[in-house]
C-alpha cells in the first residue's frame, strides 16, 4: 500500500493539490469552481462525474462554513473515494473453486503494455507459489512471442507459442490443453489487439474466446490500457467492450503522466473496476488498483 503510494505520488499528486489549493481559498466563487471543473477534465475524469464531483464539493463546503484545511482534506478525500468506487470486487479471479486451471486472457490495443503486463502478472502468481502457463495468443506482432517467452523464462512459467502469423485461437487452446496436462494452477494468454477494424478484432479475440470456452470458462477477461492516451483509451474500452465480456481492467503507464482521473471515466464506461496499475517497465511494477492509496497519492 505504501508501495503504490509512493510510486505514484510524483506525477500524481498535480490533481489532488490543486484541487485542495482552489478549496482554500477564502472566496469560492464561479471562477474557482469552475478551475475546480478544468483541474477535473485536464486529468481525464470525464464530464458527468466532473459535475456530480463539483456539485457535491458546492454543498459539503457550503454547510462546512468555514474550513479548516483538515476538514477541506477530509473531505476531499472522501469524496475523490466516492469517486473512484469502494465497493468494487478488485481481486484478479486465478483461483475458481475446486477447479485448475484459471483462465486469464488479456486484450488491449498493441502497445498499451498486454505483454509487459501478462509478464509481470505471470511473476505475482509465481511468487505466490502457482504454476504459471503463458500463452502467446499474438501471433501477429513478429516480437511479441519472443518477448513473452522472455518474460516466461525469467519468472519461471513455460510458454506456448505458435508459428508466426499462426491462427492466435489454435496457440490459446494449446495453452490451455498443456495447462490442464501439467497440472497448472493458472493459463494466461497474451492476445493481439489490431484495432484494424471492428469486425477485425471481433472475429480474432471473438474466436480466441470461444475456443477457449469450449474447453474451459474464462475467469478473468483483463483490458489492458494506456493512462496516457486519455480519452482515446475510452474509445479502445468501449470496442473491446463490445467483442468480449471485460471482467477488470489493467491501466499501465500510471508512473507517466498525472492524468490518474482516467481511472473513473473507465470505470464508468465499462461498469468494470480498475484491478491493476503498471507504475513502470519493470518486473515488479504491476500492483494491485487500491483506491485508498491512489485518492492519497492524489492529495499528496
Ligand atoms: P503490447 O504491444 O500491448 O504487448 O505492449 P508491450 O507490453 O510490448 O509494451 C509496450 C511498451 O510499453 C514497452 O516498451 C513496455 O516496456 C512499456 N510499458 C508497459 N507497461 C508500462 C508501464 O506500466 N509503465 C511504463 N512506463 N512503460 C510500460
New binding site residues.
Partial sequence: LVRLRARLSRSQNALGKGLLTLLSREHLDEDTWEEVEDTLLTADVGVQPTQELVERLRERVKVLGTRTPQELRALLRDELLTLVGTDFDRTVRTEPDGRKPGIVMVV?V????????TGKLARVLVADGNSVVLGAA?TF?AA?AD?LQTWGERVGAHTVRGPEGGDPASVAFDAVKEGKEIGADVVLIDTA?RLHTKTGLMDELGKVKRVVEKHAPLDEVLL?LDATTGQNGLVQARVFAEVVDITGIVL?????TAKGGIVVAVQRELGVPVKLV????GAD?LAPFEPEAFVDALIG
Fill in positions: 488491449g498493441n502497445g498499451t503494455g498486454k505483454t509487459t503486463t499474438d506482432r511479441a518477448q489487439g489492458v499501465t503507464k500510471l508512473d507517466g503498471g507504475l513502470g517497465e511494477d
